[in-house]
């Protein structure tokens, strides 16, 4: 892995992309890696390893060069792949926490991670408290003797909240305590929070990275070899790894990441311009908006600002639910991250697992995922959407 590393650090995110971990096959010269469908390798006598590969759930070469291409993508040290993001955050729980450990978690996350800390790890006697990550002195606050890991979602899942990462780093290392960085709304071409100070990278893979809307995964990213080696002994120890299939998927998608979020940062800031300007929209959460209150945070530790956007309309949640039934070009359906442009109601959709809680969403929001189809495309069924 250190060799990968050094092969790659030099190099520019969009050749590291398309580079690192794809060696050429040692037995064709394949130059993408082959599917290696398989579950275990013959032995050339008891022990006897030909490529150091033993069995499917420990590695396998498919998800070998996918977890050398996101350590790369990420100026980590170490990736490890996962059969989903919450496989991979589960997989971080249970490897860094004990019973009476606590978590600091934001106030605007992905419902699934939310539910994992509320509804599972806490019956394992791990606490938690909710802060906004988008203000260091809340996270601060909510930090007690046992906190072992602050979590923060950036740009956040609905709401587009900005946590500055390198701040709240501060704060995590003043507290003894590890910082986990969700960084599947970005990509890791458009942030890097490793080199924010961030310990831990967290990725739903199923959404950018994949950038197909053909598979689920997930990844985390470290830069400290220890931390990676005991990750990598949970991984295997309870099994939730990405199969060689998806893990050739997800490889194949990471080749075009640049290209894609650049026509995504581009798609989306033309339609958070169009909604601002649009009389029954109440309220846009985009960072590219200069009147974001993230947005000087996210123009600094971010290259571009993202391809979600999130607004409120007039008219309240059937209003909501009448855009997104509406809607055509913009599909209907959960995820985010495709090429192709969706559409949904979080809070009867990706966020009902949070209702009543304090990351409760508006009952009004509507949030997009602005795909890469033609702008004025997009731009003419929303409006149509909107009536
Ligand atoms: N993190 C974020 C920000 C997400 O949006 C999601 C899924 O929507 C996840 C994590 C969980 O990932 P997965 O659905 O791949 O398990």
């Known amino acids: 892995m250190s060799d990968e590393h050094q092969q790659h650090a030099h190099q520019s995110f969009e050749t590291r992309a398309i580079h690192a ?194 598979v689920v995964g997930g990844a985390l990213v470290v830069n400290d070899d220890a931390l990676g080696e005991e990750l990598a002994f949970h991984q295997n120890a309870m099994g939730a790894v990405a199969g060689p299939f998806d893990s050739w998927l997800v490889l194949r998608g990471i080749k075009t990441l640049a290209v894609r979020m650049d026509r995504h940062n581009l798609n989306a800031g033309r339609i958070a311009e169009m909604l601002v300007s649009h009389p029954k929209v109440t309220q846009v959460y985009y960072p590219g908006l200069p009147d974001h209150p993230g947005h000087e945070v996210a123009a600094k530790q971010m290259r571009g600002f993202g391809g979600m956007v999130s607004f409120r309309v007039e008219g309240g949640e059937e209003a909501a639910v009448e855009v997104c039934n509406r809607a055509r070009l913009f599909t209907l359906g959960e995820s985010l991250g495709g090429v192709e442009s969706l559409i949904e109601h979080p809070g009867r959709m990706t966020h009902a697992s949070v209702a009543g809680s304090a990351l409760e969403v508006p009952a009004d929001l509507v949030r997009l995922s602005v795909g890469i189809e033609a702008v004025d495309d997009q731009l003419a069924d929303l409006t149509r959407a909107l009536g």
């Not at 991670?113 to 909510?142: H, M, N, Q, Y």
């Open 21 to 214: 971990g794809n060696t050429a096959d040692p037995l064709t010269g394949a130059v993408v890696p082959p599917i290696y469908q398989v579950s275990t390798y013959k032995q050339d006598g008891v022990g006897g390893l030909r490529g150091g590969y033993e069995y499917s759930r420990s590695a396998n070469p498919t998800r070998t060069a996918l977890e050398e291409n996101l350590a790369a993508l990420e100026s980590g040290r170490r990736g490890l792949a996962f059969a989903s993001g919450l496989a991979a955050e589960d997989c971080l729980l249970r490897a860094l926490l004990v019973p009476g450990d606590h978590v600091v978690i934001p106030n605007d996350a992905y419902g699934g991670t939310f539910r994992l800390f509320a509804k599972v790890a806490e019956r394992w006697g791990v606490a938690w408290s909710v802060a906004d990550t988008s203000d260091p002195a809340s996270v601060r606050a909510a930090v007690t003797p046992r906190t072992k890991l602050i979590w923060v979602e950036t740009p956040s899942n609905p709401l587009l909240g900005i946590t500055d990462i390198a701040a709240v780093s501060e704060v995590a290392r003043a507290a003894g305590a590890r910082l986990v960085v969700d960084n599947t709304f970005a990509s890791p071409y458009l942030q890097q929070p490793l080199a924010l100070g961030a310990d831990i990278v967290v990725h739903s893979m199923t959404k950018y990275m994949g950038g197909h809307s053909d």
